[in-house]
């Protein structure tokens, strides 16, 4: 069964731009969850979506949005990038639940700078 | 508001020792709590998931206990390999949504 797929690996912009993410779940996966790692701030969650619709939210400015289709694929999208944007963006994976009594599975992140 | 810490941020010790890994919470009230790996610059790898309801999991060498009334847990390694070096993250999910919370992580390194 593959794994948990995220596109672009990797992405260079520059301040104000703006960047659209990609995750594919595992298949039969319903919930997508998507975090933030920076070495300064570790992993934050950003928000969480199961069947189209966003179930959770994390402290994040309005500029992090994202949306998840009817084959449970997700994107998230930043406009107006900031310096403070550069990260790693990890997206999970699980069954039903964003968690619960589920394990999630976790991509291997796009890295985001921002020049 | 939940947090998670982890001691110690790094750790090093010698190929064949058995080590402890340690994290503690200060909301006892989660449905589970999970150990996840992560090598340079990858994604993180799911080690261990331990329901709120039960006390410990093992997986081949590795073995995780959780004690919610006191907010901790603990993963345990034995007989460590080169192959074990990487970060390893704990995280805990809350009553209050679906969201992973998790600690900075412990940074083994474990030489030949």
């Known amino acids: 069964k593959a794994g948990v797929t995220q596109t672009p690996r990797y992405l260079i912009k520059t301040r104000g731009q703006q960047v659209t993410l990609s995750c594919s779940p595992i298949?039969?996966?319903?919930?997508v969850s998507w975090y933030q790692q920076t070495p300064g701030q570790g992993l934050q969650f950003l928000f969480e979506y199961f069947s189209e619709t966003q179930r959770n939210k994390g402290n994040f400015p309005g500029r992090f949005s994202g949306r998840q289709f009817s084959n449970s694929r997700s994107e998230m999208n930043v406009s107006t990038l900031e310096l403070g944007d550069s990260a790693l963006y990890l997206c999970a994976s699980s069954l039903e639940s964003g968690g619960g009594t589920d394990t999630q599975y976790f991509g291997p992140g796009t890295r985001l700078t921002v020049l | 508001k939940q947090e998670v810490t982890q001691i110690p941020a790094a750790l090093s010790v010698p190929e064949g020792e058995n080590l402890v890994l340690n994290c503690s919470f200060t909301d006892s009230a989660i449905y589970n709590l999970q150990w996840f790996r992560q090598d340079p610059g990858k994604g993180l790898t799911s080690l261990l998931l331990i329901q709120s309801s039960q006390r410990e999991q093992t997986s081949g060498r590795l073995n995780a206990s959780l004690d919610k009334s006191s907010g901790r847990s603990t993963l345990y390694i034995a007989a460590s390999q080169p192959g074990d070096s990487a970060t390893y993250l704990c995280?805990?999910?809350?009553?209050?949504?679906?969201?992973?919370?998790f600690g900075k992580g412990t940074t083994l390194s474990v030489s030949s």
């Open positions: 995280a805990v999910n809350g009553q209050a949504g679906t969201a992973l919370i």
């Open positions: 298949s039969g996966h319903r919930s």
